[in-house]
């Protein structure tokens, strides 16, 4: 005997089934969670919702000791252990652990967006994305009408709004074009002029250009300093340029791209090992001489060096060693000012900068420190 459902064409086996199945057609949600208001239908989701108030996780994963408060999530997680992606986007050849990540995946194929913005009409196709963009209405509700800029006081907007002034009363003196701020108007006329009065404070170097920020990138390629680190590895570079090429190999090399942040790796199975660190309160990398445990196998292996006393970064100037790569860098910049090579006088002969400071020679100050040090004409 089969039950049918009174509002739809559905039937079932068992009576119960049926009246679980007309509580949706109705509206009805007679189990209600003791520790809130909410309301469910069944009593199985009232019970699992309810593991959010206990904390109670009764679902422990099988490859490893982290536990789950909903079944669903702790499937999901074993996934990851075993490399498992079933769900494949329709429109192309990627595959998905999860399906409500293969859903967001081919929106980019659809170009559907079905989040819709409470405070504005904007559209999203990510419900994450929706997320981030309200907050901005919500903390920073004041936006420019000039620009895409938003503010979280008025104060702070009409301070902005001053930059999108409607008059150009600064004329340039040599072509047609206008300009709100005199000092922008003056930074123009340079290109007409060719004078370029900002110049490079290195010692022995004299290339001057029309605006500081350019002056300001120059001397850094004087520097020791490598301030650019590589996404990826510990590489560093002292040019924005040589970093991004670098970082080219990586996404060439490492195919395999974790999902939380922008590390990649050779192999899948490195992949999944490294974004079980992302894993809250996971920390699965122990040191073989305590009972620390970190996150990161380099973070051990940094750390395992205090118990070894291994110095592995060498000063390039020196012999002196470094547990950490940054106490190293900082290290060398002290070498900058004293490895200056020696200056020759007129007659060919080295000469020591502090027997020719009283001299009426121009002084260059030193980028690093207030040392002063003449410059010898030749």
Known sequence: MTHRC???????????????????????????????????????????????????????????????????????????????????????EKIFTAAFTKTEHERIHTRRKPYKCPYCDKMFSTLSVKNRHEKLHITKPHKCQHCVRRFASENELKKHEESHPTEKPHKCKFCEKQFARKGTRNEHERIHTGEKPFVCRHRFCYISFRQISSRNSHEKTHSAIKCHKCLYCDKHFRKLTKKYRHEAKHVKEQPHKCQYCVKRFKQVGDKMAHEMTHEEGQKPYKCQFCDKRFSLDEKKQ?????????????????????????????????????????????????????????????????????????????
């Open 6 to 92: 009174q509002y739809c064409e559905k039937t079932f086996a068992q009576v119960g089934n049926k009246n679980r199945h007309e509580q949706i057609h109705t509206g009805e949600k007679p189990h209600k969670c003791q520790y809130c208001e909410k309301t469910f239908t069944q009593v199985g989701n009232k019970n699992e919702h309810e593991r959010i108030h206990t904390r109670e996780r009764p679902h422990t994963c099988q490859y490893c000791d982290k536990t789950f408060t909903f079944a669903g999530v702790k499937d999901k997680h074993e996934r990851l252990h075993r490399g498992v992606k079933p769900y494949k986007c329709q429109y192309c």
């Open 302 to 378: 940094e750390h395992e060096w205090k118990h070894t006393g291994n110095k592995p970064h060498e000063c390039q100037h020196c012999q002196k060693k470094f547990r950490r790569l940054v106490n190293k860098e900082k290290h060398e910049m002290t070498h900058v000012v004293d490895n200056f090579t020696p200056m020759l006088n007129r007659n060919g002969s080295e000469e020591e900068v502090s027997d020719v400071t009283n001299t009426e020679e121009p002084q260059v100050k030193c980028l690093y420190c207030k040392k002063q040090f003449t410059v010898l004409v030749f």
